[in-house]
């Protein structure tokens, strides 16, 4: 019954959404979502625990063979995506409960969200490229419904640059599809790394194997092609726009990190020394942008886009320290960024604004907060011992092993940058007065809604702090994952010979 | 749109799109047609409607949002995929019971899960597109 355990993480989200929706007109809708993101966690950690078990875990949905059949596959890094896919619908789960106003309930706010939880993991589970279309379609939608939920004028310009810009992206990938299975003959992920190795035009290949870094790299955000990412992410509401940053942006990563080593690796030298280039322009543009703003949700969102490019740099570089670097970088990453936006809420929630001109004297009024923020801020730029000196460590350790010097001096340089951004915003919405001359203690929120936002926050910082000071387990899970991704003859020969 | 032709000629139009859907929903599966194309014909009659007598009467004719059409259409797939739990099979798999026979050949015919998925379909796609033509109806 494996396949059933593959299933769940992708059908419990799509149930709550069916039962969210129809019953959204009355406060139940609300937990209904909340017990459906309990749920989800509960099927995720299961499956984890089978692969744990097992090392990959794959189903042909309807029993067609692969490579006929949709294939359902979670190796450690599948897995360990969907269980942090989890984690974070759950934490904004929560926090929907004291953020998100009666009047979008009721236009379908718990629907979306589950849905968009669905076609995370489902983007996350399945070993079909075409399925894996059809997840990014289905985030697509219900991220941009969720963007434009409430339709006010800024929400919907950002709702139509997201998604003009996101359909182009699916447009090439969709067409790099089409190629690829006029090439091969096949679209299931584990039968492509036979099929495209056997095929004669190497040169079409890379053409194909660019069309896909091209779509993937609009998904993920990576330089030049990230500019929708911060036009958008700081109109909805901070639940959404947690979610958003923690979520979507890695299911790019993840495409780009299952399909180059996967299928993509015929001409290494060629495809990965374009992406080392990618990322380290991608680090540099994206810390150089936040230093330029003065909004604390869009100085996150260009930071989202300079770490993206520390993971497009684990997978660049292409060796198992690197991949694993990267492996755990994602993980690190969707925890601290999630939890930014969740304190960037609060903030909002007892400064009354986003603008870091127009607040200010959080460190006075709340200092728990401040504290919450520090965790996560300081985890971003890489300070020891939280997770992400960790996660920058590995990567730049890896590149000083292949002599990149340049790449390593990058890497640091930006997180460097990093703690100048975030000693920004701690200095302008933490430490200089209230320039209205309001302190915002955190009683100017009812604990109605302030309780369920801070709990997440307490949360996902415990996790930080978790990570930075008993890294060995995660780190030795990435490191298998690692090996699982540059030697993926345990993932083909599972898909293929995985009956029911 | 004010023409008279166009108004009585819908009528007829309507009723036989809409016989038409569901042959088509009906015929899935082992021949050409099945919930998806089904739900577009299905779409395309309370369109045709809509355009004649109106968004609001075309609405008051579905009596059901759209939205919900869909939604209860989503729902309807997902059980329709969850029926073969019962049966130790993958999600998905169709479930078939013969009636009178034991194959598609020799059977009178079947109770299988394949029909209420594609019932599912249909709906989905029903309300989705509908949940559209009539926002676009709306705005112009």
């Known amino acids: ?500 | 749109m004010n023409s008279i032709i166009f108004t009585a000629g819908a009528r007829i139009l309507v009723a036989l799109l809409f016989v038409f859907s569901l042959f088509m929903l009906l015929r899935g599966h082992h021949l050409p047609g099945g919930g998806f194309i089904g739900g577009l014909i299905g779409a395309v009659a309370f369109i045709v409607y809509s355009l004649a007598r109106g968004p609001a009467e075309a609405k008051a004719a579905l009596r059901l949002s759209p939205e919900g059409i869909g939604m209860v259409g989503l729902g309807i797939a997902l059980a329709a995929g969850m029926v073969s739990i019962f049966f130790g099979a993958p999600l998905f798999t169709g479930q078939w019971y013969w009636v009178g026979g034991d194959s598609y050949e020799t059977a009178l015919f079947s109770i299988n899960s394949v029909l209420v998925f594609d019932i599912g379909v249909y709906l989905v796609v029903l309300g989705g597109i509908l949940s559209l033509a009539f926002a676009f109806e709306e705005e112009t």
Do not use: C
């Not at chain 1, 989200?13 to 069916?18: D, E, L, S, Y």
């Not at chain 1, 749920?39 to 490579?67: E, H, K, R, T």
């Not at chain 1, 290949?205 to 990576?222: E, L, N, S």
């Open chain 1, 1 to 500: 019954m494996t396949s059933w355990l593959l299933v769940m993480p992708i059908a419990v989200p799509f149930a709550t959404a069916v039962i969210a929706y129809l019953i959204r007109h009355s406060v139940a809708g609300r937990y209904v979502s909340l017990a459906g993101s309990v749920l989800s966690l509960v099927a995720s950690i299961a499956l984890l625990m089978a692969v744990l078990d097992q090392g990959v875990v794959a189903a042909q949905m309807s029993n067609w063979d692969a490579p006929f059949g949709i294939t359902l596959v979670a190796d450690y890094l599948g897995v360990v995506m969907v269980v942090i896919t989890a984690i974070t619908g759950l934490a904004t789960a929560i926090y929907a409960l004291g953020e998100i106003p009666e009047r979008l309930e009721k236009l379908g706010y718990h629907a979306l969200f589950q849905t968009l939880i669905a076609g995370v993991t489902g983007a996350f589970l399945t070993g079909d490229l075409f399925n894996l279309y059809v997840w990014f379609e289905v985030m697509l939608i219900s991220s941009f419904g969720l963007l434009v939920l409430g339709g006010t004028r800024e929400q919907l310009d950002a709702g139509i640059k997201y998604v003009a810009l996101n359909l182009v992206s699916t447009l090439v990938f969709l067409s790099g599809i089409g190629l690829l299975y006029g090439v091969t003959g096949t679209l299931n992920m584990a039968d492509l790394a036979g099929a495209v190795a056997e095929v004669e035009d190497q040169g079409l290949i890379t053409v194909i194997a660019m069309m896909f870094m091209v779509g993937f790299g609009v998904k993920a955000g990576v330089f030049p092609l990230f500019f929708w990412l911060p036009a958008s992410y700081h109109t909805p509401s901070f639940a959404v726009s947690a979610v958003f940053a923690g979520l979507l942006t890695k299911v790019g990563v993840y495409a780009l990190m299952r399909m180059f080593t996967l299928v993509f690796v015929g001409d290494v030298g060629f495809t990965h020394e374009i992406l080392i280039w990618v990322s380290a322009a991608t680090m540099l543009v994206g810390v150089l942008g936040a230093a330029a703003q003065s909004d604390f949700r869009k100085i996150l969102s260009f930071h989202i886009i300079s770490q993206i490019g520390y993971m497009t740099l684990g997978l660049a570089l292409y060796t198992p320290l690197a991949l694993m670097g990267g492996v755990f970088y994602l993980v690190h990453h969707i925890i601290v960024k999630a939890n930014l936006f969740l304190v960037a809420g609060v903030a909002r929630l007892q400064a009354g604004h986003t603008d870091l001109y127009r607040i200010g004297g959080l460190y006075k009024s709340s200092p728990f907060l401040a504290a919450l923020f520090i965790v996560p801020a300081f985890s971003l730029a890489g300070f020891p011992p939280l997770s992400g000196f960790w996660a920058k460590y590995l990567i730049v350790k890896a590149a000083i092993e292949l002599d990149a010097w340049v790449i390593a001096f990058v890497a640091l340089f930006v997180g460097l940058l990093t703690i100048f951004s975030m000693t920004k915003i701690w200095g302008m919405a933490f430490w200089k007065p209230h320039p209205d001359g309001i302190d915002p203690t955190p009683d100017r929120a009812p604990a109605r809604i302030r309780v369920p936002m801070m709990i997440p926050i307490v949360g996902l910082a415990a996790m930080t702090v978790v990570i930075g000071f008993f890294p060995e387990p995660f780190v030795q899970f990435a490191e298998i994952a690692a090996m699982q991704l540059l030697d993926p003859s345990d993932y083909v020969t599972t898909v293929l010979g995985a009956q029911r």
